[in-house]
T-cell receptor, first 116, second 114 residues
Framework: GNSVTQMEGPVTLSEEAFLTINCTYT??????LFWYVQYPGEGLQLLLK?????DKGSNKGFEATYRKETTSFHLEKGSVQVSDSAVYFC???????????????FGQGTTLQVKP | DSGVTQTPKHLITATGQRVTLRCSPR?????VYWYQQSLDQGLQFLIQYYNGEERAKGNILERFSAQQFPDLHSELNLSSLELGDSALYFC?????????????FGEGSWLTVV
């Protein structure tokens, strides 16, 4: 079945360090891919998305490129801040049009802690 | 603010009891989703409704049920509660029912079963 695998956390970085959080997926067809972020005590917020191969989603300095050949959607940021400390979730949307559902399948989440 | 409203934000109840969680989707959104977030299971899809009809079902227990009303708000009913039902329950909404939609999440309802 469809699934998402994220790198295990926690990831601890110093401020201004480069961030990569790996995400790979298994799916039949061509899913849309998403990154959501959950700040402490809050709900999930959409960070970025990509709907087809080679698309790059970007927002707030974060980027991720939909790589069909490696079935990956790694999240990157060039210079992290303390305020980026949160849990990051990679997700895919069920790719089968016949299923006619927009439900998301999430990875297990990766905790990022940024130290000053 | 995503525009998805959930109540209550926090709830503490005893085992064996029943609770109802309420969700108002973003204005104009026809699809409502329910997710459960727990430490050991992560984010699990429970159920989706579209314009009042059940659209997809995930790992929802038989003790749980949901519905979407004509005004598009939704309720998740949890009965015969067990300690393991303690979790953060998210409601989310999207404009349509199909794949690729951006789904917007509420802030969640924290349920603690004691």
């Amino acid at each position: 079945g469809n699934s998402v695998t994220q790198m295990e956390g926690p990831v601890t970085l110093s401020e201004e360090a480069f961030l990569t959080i790996n995400c790979t997926y298994t799916a039949t067809g061509y899913p849309s891919l998403f990154w959501y972020v959950q700040y402490p005590g809050e709900g999930l917020q959409l960070l970025l998305k990509a709907t087809k191969a080679d698309d790059k989603g970007s927002n707030k300095g974060f980027e991720a490129t939909y790589r069909k050949e490696t079935t990956s959607f790694h999240l990157e940021k060039g210079s992290v801040q303390v305020s980026d400390s949160a849990v990051y979730f990679c997700a895919l949307s069920d790719p089968l049009l016949s299923s006619n559902t927009g439900k998301l399948i999430f990875g297990q989440g990766t905790t990022l802690q940024v130290k000053p | 603010d995503s525009g998805v409203t959930q109540t209550p934000k926090h709830l503490i109840t005893a085992t064996g009891q029943r609770v109802t969680l309420r969700c108002s989707p973003r204005s104009g959104d026809l699809s409502v989703y329910w997710y459960q977030q727990s430490l050991d299971q992560g984010l699990q899809f429970l159920i989706q409704y579209y314009n009042g009809e059940e659209r997809a079902k995930g790992n929802i227990l038989e003790r749980f049920s949901a519905q979407q009303f004509p005004d598009l708000h939704s309720e998740l009913n949890l009965s015969s509660l067990e300690l393991g039902d303690s979790a953060l329950y998210f409601c989310a909404s999207s404009p349509n029912r199909g794949p690729g939609n951006t789904i917007y999440f509420g802030e969640g309802s924290w349920l603690t079963v004691v």
